[in-house]
């Protein structure tokens, strides 16, 4: 009897051990987050003949390059170098051209995958950073859950030699300890002009909307979505946060066109500024969505923020950055609700005249993208949310030339770029604060340092998307094309970081661009 109890007991303990044991993964290169920057990060780092994992904490690979931002933003295309330039390159086999810049969603999605199954790299979705072991400045693991089941016993452990942050929020840097920026600069901390809070004419209201619930009663409180802080001295610094929206693929082909309909939620007051608005500013589509009408193929749109009250959620993301995932998960679906009332109440509210409703009315959800996703967009625009205080700290003087870096492993080309951060009451009007568009100034140079942790803090950690640079630096560098730039040094840096044994702020940079040079596509490593 006591052997039968015995062997019972011994059953239980194995079972419960069993069953609560860790999975661990071994390689040289682990890299967090798949963005179309993971995605090339992954990819370059296995032609280098390095074990690879591409964690994505989602269901999507791409970020915002296959989750709806088809209109690409470039600045000049001789930025966009590399396995980079082979993605719209690929993009661009679709269509039978040399080169294709905008697509749809689907198109975008086809490409990455393509980059995924030629490489060796290993993918693993759904999981997520809770924590991180670093000692003697080295990330020796980091540990993950499943992001659906968030259950003790399908927490993964990761140990890697070098690791990559191709995250939009920089989970990885932060859970490694490393130090890190949020919000606005002021434009006295580093030199510069454009930094801070900035009332502009751009993306703004006309003057002479009432702020007020009751027009012209300001006991009746503000309107929905507009802050009761009062407006700061021009070019302070802050904790704010530029807006996120989503990126919308619509179409006006009829047989492929899927209407737009009432949210469980929706809420008219979200949207009450914008019909004031519209009395002030007429009935002209453009003025309110911005459209990029005939630049995508397959009768598709990329639609963007564009006026005083669109799709940006201006205000609604500061918790976001620093948020939990419980947090964040509220943010999003707030900014889902709030996106496709906007585009109910542009159709069927009484006091959007029926010109404007019977314009946005032509267009509706394509059919054919995001099919399991209600035909809306897998990735909210997270435009902006920690940023890495590196080695080197790209600011405007980087943007403008006036100071240029050696250690060069990639180029920059769009204008300094800032949506709204703010809407508040000034002078008795209802205003929008925080937009910045300055351009017309070449391409140049990204530190190689600005991907790279303060030295005293870590030195096994790159992180090619939340780069080290200030808000306005960080709004001409953060594009697409860029990261997937980026993401490709990176991941060549922590190959040569491993072969030859030392920190990723020691690694032969001068060789990093020769190899950058001479083999952009990485065909003679991958040999």
Known sequence: MKSHFSLFILFFLWFAVGSSAQV????????????????????????????????????????????????????????????????????????????????????????????????????????????????????????????????????????????????????????????????????????????GVYLSKNHQFPDGVDPYRVEGDPQSGLCWGISPAKMREAGGGDRLIQAYNFRLCLTDKPENRIPFVRPSDYDSTHYELLARAIRKMGTNIDSYLLINWERMPDNKYDVNNRGPLSTDMIGMNYDYPEGSYATREKIWQAHVSYTKGLLYFLTHDSRIPAELQQKVATLGWAKDEFVDNDHFPTQLYVREARRLHGEYIMTEKNCLGREVVSDSIGHAAYGMDSHNCERIVVDGMVKNEGNVEVGNFPPYPIAYRSLTPLRRECCNLLVPVCVSATHIAYGSIRMEPVFMVLGQSAAMAASMAIDHQCAVQDIDVKALQQQLKEDPLLESAAK
Request: charge should be positive; aromatic fraction near 8%.
């Open 24 to 195: 661990v993964k071994r390689v040289d290169i682990c890299v967090y987050g798949g963005t179309a920057s993971g995605v090339i990060a992954a990819n370059a780092a296995a032609k280098m003949g390095k074990s690879v994992l591409l964690v994505e904490p989602g269901k999507y690979l791409g970020g915002m390059t296959t989750g709806g931002l088809g209109f690409t933003d470039i600045g000049n295309k001789v930025a966009v170098t590399g396995l980079a330039r082979l993605f719209y390159r690929r993009v661009g086999e679709t269509y039978g051209k040399a080169e294709q810049w905008t697509f749809p969603p689907s198109v975008a999605t086809a490409v990455i995958g393509r980059f995924v199954k030629e490489s060796t790299m290993e993918v693993l979705y759904t999981h997520r950073i809770i924590g991180a072991k670093v000692k003697s400045r080295r990330i020796v693991n980091i540990t993950l859950e499943d992001a659906v089941k968030q259950k003790q016993e399908s927490v993964v452990t990761v140990e890697a030699k070098e690791f990559i942050d191709c995250s939009y929020e920089g989970d990885l840097m932060a859970r490694a300890g490393v130090s890190y920026f949020t919000g606005r600069e002021s434009n006295r901390e580093y030199g510069e002009s454009l930094n």
